[in-house]
């Protein structure tokens, strides 16, 4: 399918691959991994969908016939591809990608939320690893766009009250702002404890205190991204003594669907998080805006920002 671009976030995983240190890069590449957009082409046998149909784009590329794909892992696929990753992707006018990997977004669609749908889609993910039980406290850490997420998300399937720890003094005000959440500096947030934690900053340091945060029988669910090198300490006792269970979340699983659906439902919460919006011709100053930290979701539009 051809899906003309109406706009394509950038996200840490971009800056990642910019430099040069994600394994997977194939230069010269158009990178892009959160587009949403309209069908304009359709490739031949192709069904189901219209010229003028708004989708959003799972970049996913899961090949389906190796053992993870088999057992329903495509996200451990061991000829892992994506959109934007080892292929072009969406910073761009146009992008081409698999039918199977358009959701559509119906008439009615609330598309101020829709560049939110693949952040979304790995958070959901990521909370059906954690599967968090309603009306228990959850503790978040780091209020970047996914710890923003993440407590948005927590706290509106019922989960809760949820505490936000951020290092950063501006963003803990905007944090508290857009989430609701009790947000805390980390010396704030000594001697607290919940059975859902997130780590979501892949700092170790923070999942050092994330793990310490872990309530007797919780889970922690490790989200961030670390640099491959990093080590963190970990007390094997407590693990076993406190019946702690750790997991990790990579990426988008069977998660899409469902991101279409929250953002649906709670685009009001949702759309402050989309804060900036760059022409692609101006994508430097945008990149730039990610790396100083000081946004939430920028996003690249091939049209005049509105
Ligand atoms: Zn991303
Ligand atoms: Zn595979």
């Not at 997420?149 to 950063?168: F, H, K, Q, S, Y």
């Not at 934690?197 to 309530?215: C, K, R």
Request: aromatic share 4%.
């Amino acid at each position: 399918m051809v899906v003309a671009v109406r706009s394509c976030g950038i996200c840490g995983t971009d800056l990642h691959l910019l430099a040069g240190d994600l394994g997977t890069d194939r230069f010269p590449l158009v990178p892009g991994h959160e587009p949403w957009g309209e069908v304009v082409a359709a490739g031949a046998g192709v069904t189901g969908y219209r010229a003028g149909d708004l989708v959003a784009v799972d970049p996913s590329l899961h090949c389906g016939a190796c053992d993870p794909c088999r057992r329903g892992q495509g996200n451990m696929c061991e000829r892992w591809a994506a959109v934007g990753a080892t292929r072009d992707g969406a910073w761009a006018e146009f992008t081409a990608v698999p039918a199977a990997n358009l959701h559509l977004l119906e008439p009615g669609f609330p598309v101020e939320v829709a560049p939110l749908a693949e952040p979304v889609a790995c958070a959901e993910r990521g909370l059906r690893r954690l599967d968090p039980r309603p009306d228990q406290p959850a503790t978040v850490y780091g209020a970047g766009t996914m710890g923003l997420l993440m407590a948005i998300l927590l706290d509106a399937r019922g989960v809760g009250p949820v505490t936000l720890v951020e290092v950063n003094p501006a963003r803990r005000a905007l944090a508290a702002r857009l989430t609701g959440a009790d947000v805390r500096a980390p010396e704030d947030a000594a001697g607290l404890r919940a059975p859902w934690v997130v780590e979501a900053t892949g700092n170790p340091a923070a999942f050092e205190q994330a793990l310490a945060g872990v309530a007797r029988a919780g889970t922690l669910l490790v989200f961030g991204v670390a640099s491959p090198e990093a080590t963190a300490a970990v007390s094997p006792y407590r693990l076993y003594a406190d019946e702690l269970t750790v997991v990790g979340s990579m990426a988008i699983l069977h998660s899409f669907p469902a991101a279409v659906d929250t953002l649906r439902r709670h685009a009001a919460r949702l759309a402050p998080l989309v804060t900036d919006r760059f022409r692609l011709d101006d994508a430097r100053d945008a990149l730039a805006l990610v790396r100083s930290g000081e946004t939430i979701k920028t996003v690249l539009t091939p049209e005049e920002p509105s």
